[in-house]
DNA sequence: CGTGTAAGGAATTCTGACACG
DNA sequence: CGTGTAAGGAATTCTGACACG
């Protein structure tokens, strides 16, 4: 599932590079993950590393907060939103296996 | 130029993180870029950031040097291969605009 | 609730050099 | 030539807390 764009969820940069690429402040940044709306994964020593992934859905994150919307829910927009496209990949799935048995094409 | 692809080229990963996604010495990754084999950014305090582009060079690097090739040598081979591909994307573009001025369609 | 900040410490990175071969 | 390493310093990141509102 996504086989397109293979960088785009490689968890490599590091809080200060997604600080200056989302404009926000570390403070933020990290606030959001102790809220559950970010993920970040952890180095040996302990430091946070993001995905560019990540630093696109901070940056939907903070214009929900500026919108006034409180994180937590955001935090179920994000949810349904994840539900959503899995949703829409196993849709996919499906009709990729169907066109490879019977070799249909829509439209 | 390019289009695709927008995270690959962009320059973002530490030193730390490539040294971990390349399995090279910190010293190996300096050193390459001392030949002038590779080009890292500088942050605002000085640490180099990388894309995952230079990620890859550096594999294929890693591996010419394995075979005994010469960073020299190196150079010369990477400088070759920018040149073939910056005529392939000049390529690609003129007939783009051959195809929009004319609408024409190959094959 | 969301964010700024000062505090102290630990992890990360930097440069220039010596060493080996 | 290509790479390891110890050295000292600077930049980066971490956590927990206090503050404000």
Redesign the interface.
């Known amino acids: 599932m996504r086989s397109e764009?293979p960088?785009?969820d490689?968890k490599?940069?590091?809080i200060?590079?997604v600080r200056e690429?989302t404009g926000l402040s570390d403070r933020q940044i990290r606030y959001y993950e102790e809220r559950k709306l970010i993920f970040p994964v952890r180095?040996a020593g302990g430091s946070r590393?993001y995905s560019?992934s990540d630093v696109e859905r901070l940056m939907v994150i903070a214009d929900k907060i500026e919108d006034g919307v409180q994180t937590h829910e955001i935090r179920r927009e994000l949810v349904q939103e994840s539900k959503r496209s899995s949703k829409a990949e196993v849709r996919t799935m499906i009709q990729g296996q169907i066109n490879a048995q019977f070799g249909t094409r829509r439209q």
């Open positions: 764009e960088y785009k490689k490599v940069i590091t200060g590079v690429l180095s590393k560019f």
